[in-house]
């Protein structure tokens, strides 16, 4: 077994990455590259947390293509397309719709497979999401959870350990973060 571990940032992909794209007064994915749009600070933020020594890893929920609604393809090409111009180290998706499934956000496999495979320190690691099932999936997971608040009609289930308005936002608190394992 490795001896040393990595803190990672996990980012949900919709409204932290990208901009949802609202239908219906509901934040939703793009359905397609051309409405695929990088938030504005991502890159820096990246970047930043990227010299920091942090593992950036995306973790999202794309259920729509089990619904029938969105093809495979296009959330690959997506995909694709973040990692030509962002430096993660990896994308993990779970296309499965239904809450028994354990990779499926709320539920934190996504979380612990991306640990297992990159040696990931979740007690030293955050999670960024814009949604309940972010937060409640890296507060399962025992990482640290930023909550990006845009006032959607949901309430969290857990409370997260910060709440900002943009990835930007959050990137100080994480690098200055000198909590304990407690909170």
């Known amino acids: 077994m490795n001896q ?28 397609c590259l051309e409405e695929l749009e990088i938030l504005e600070g991502v890159p820096k933020a990246m970047e930043l947390l990227r010299k920091a020594g942090f593992r950036l890893i995306c973790i999202t929920n794309q ?35 239904g809450d028994d499934c354990p990779r499926r956000k709320p539920n934190p496999g996504m979380i612990f497979e991306a640990a297992d495979r990159y040696d990931i320190d979740l007690k030293n690691s955050f999670m960024v999401g814009d949604r309940w099932r972010d937060i409640e999936a890296g507060h399962r997971a025992g990482c640290r959870t ?10 969290l289930t857990v409370r997260p350990h910060k709440t900002v308005k943009s990835l930007i936002e959050s990137v100080e608190w994480i690098l200055n973060y000198q909590g304990s394992e407690e909170d």
């Open 146 to 155: 930023i909550f990006i608040d845009y006032g959607y009609k949901e309430s």
């Open 4 to 31: 040393f571990y990595h803190r990672a940032i996990f980012l949900d992909r919709d409204g932290v990455i990208n901009r949802s794209v609202v239908r219906d007064g509901r934040p939703q994915p793009p359905w």
């Open 63 to 97: 259920p729509d293509v089990a619904r029938g609604t969105q093809k495979m393809e296009v959330v690959e090409d997506i995909h694709k397309r973040l990692k030509e111009v962002l430096p993660f180290d990896d994308i993990s998706v779970c296309y499965e719709d």
